[in-house]
């Protein structure tokens, strides 16, 4: 069992920046894979970024060139820092993983931090 719990939301305005963080249980996190997922108001859910086991990223286009992904296995912890932050980033951002080898047996999802952007 693991379990996620996300920090580093808040307000921030338009050309700001945060790092969110999403601490995770256990002492296997090296072997997640590990996405971040945002909602925002009246939208779907949405992948954002996600690193692999082998620290392998990947990003959603409407992100590339500003939010970074990253991961510290040691801490058991992975790093979304979002730069140049614009009003539609504003959304609930949760953190996802599941083993990199079997991503069928399980998944797991924090609880969500608040990230708004405004002047």
């Known amino acids: 069992q693991v379990q996620l719990v996300e920090s580093g939301g808040g307000l921030v305005q338009p050309g700001g920046s945060l790092t969110l963080s999403c601490v995770a249980s256990?002492?296997?996190?090296?072997?997640?894979?590990v996405n971040w997922y945002r909602q925002g108001p009246g939208k779907q859910r949405e992948l954002v970024a996600r690193?692999?086991?082998?620290?392998?990223?990947d990003y959603a286009d409407s992100v590339k060139a500003r939010f970074t992904i990253s991961r510290d296995d040691a801490q058991n912890t992975v790093y979304l820092r979002m730069d140049n932050l614009k009003p539609e980033d504003t959304a609930v951002y949760y953190c996802n993983a599941y083993p990199s080898i079997n991503p069928a047996s399980a998944e797991y999802w924090g609880q969500g931090t608040q990230v708004t952007v405004s002047s």
């Open positions: 690193i692999f086991s082998g620290s392998i990223t």
């Open positions: 256990g002492d296997k996190f090296r072997f997640y894979d």
